[in-house]
């Protein structure tokens, strides 16, 4: 089974809508992010979390919020989605051992709006 | 400027190696990592590099950091199909992970 996954995987919405993607982790980590990827942009941090009552913006928060319902689960919302939010959105969490932090992601949901 | 830069695109025959060069910004990044992601799928670790070292090799993947030009790079021995993908270069900055834009490794025949 896999240790951090997505849903929905794909998803398809019309502008104005409020859509949740939503994140699940088996790991045990505190620590989870979301990033979005965009062709020729690389991964950009939307927001993240340290731990259960932690949630700190990252470089493009404008448009998105978070919810951190547990230590495994972390969900990203788009309030009113715009065409460009259009991009694959990943998930990730990590673990900080011996001072060197390895981050694992999710397979990625790929957001359309119309 | 960016904090970490790396190209976007590299060609290399298979067999030949590749080498995907990145710079970063951050000198008290205390670990500097590669990360690979395949089509269809997340970023996965490839490897990563303590600050305090010049040169990490694991099998056929060679990490050089050249700490005083702030130059890290990743050498993959007898390219393969199966290391086509995206090359993400990161530094540690303030508590997160800075990501490159990515280095897509296109293996030609």
């Known amino acids: 089974d896999a240790d951090v996954t997505q849903t929905p995987r794909n998803r398809i919405t019309k502008t104005g809508k409020r859509i949740m993607l939503e994140c699940s982790q088996t790991k045990g980590h505190d620590r989870m992010y979301w990033y979005r990827q965009d062709p020729g942009l690389g991964l950009r941090l939307i927001y993240y979390s340290f731990d259960v009552k932690d949630i700190n913006k990252g470089e493009i928060s404008d448009g998105y919020s978070v919810s951190r319902q547990a230590q495994a689960k972390f969900s990203l919302s788009l309030e009113s989605a715009i065409p460009n939010q259009t991009a694959l959105y990943f998930c990730a969490t990590s673990d900080f051992g011996e001072n060197q932090e390895t981050q694992y992601f999710g397979p990625g949901t790929r957001l359309l709006v119309l | 400027g960016e904090d970490v830069e790396q190209s976007l695109f590299l060609s290399v025959r298979e067999g030949d190696s590749s080498v995907i060069n990145c710079t970063y910004t951050d000198s008290s990044s205390t670990y500097l990592y590669w990360y690979k992601q395949e089509p269809g799928a997340g970023l996965q670790l490839l490897t990563y590099?303590?600050?305090?070292?010049d040169m990490k090799q694991d099998q056929r993947l060679t990490v050089l950091l050249n700490k005083k030009d702030k130059h890290l790079s990743l050498r993959i021995a007898d390219t393969q199909t199966g290391d086509s993908a995206i090359y993400f270069c990161?530094?540690?900055?303030?508590?997160?992970?800075?990501f490159g834009k990515g280095t897509r490794l296109h293996i030609l025949p």
């Open positions: 590099i303590f600050s305090n070292m």
């Open positions: 990161a530094e540690t900055k303030e508590d997160k992970i800075i």
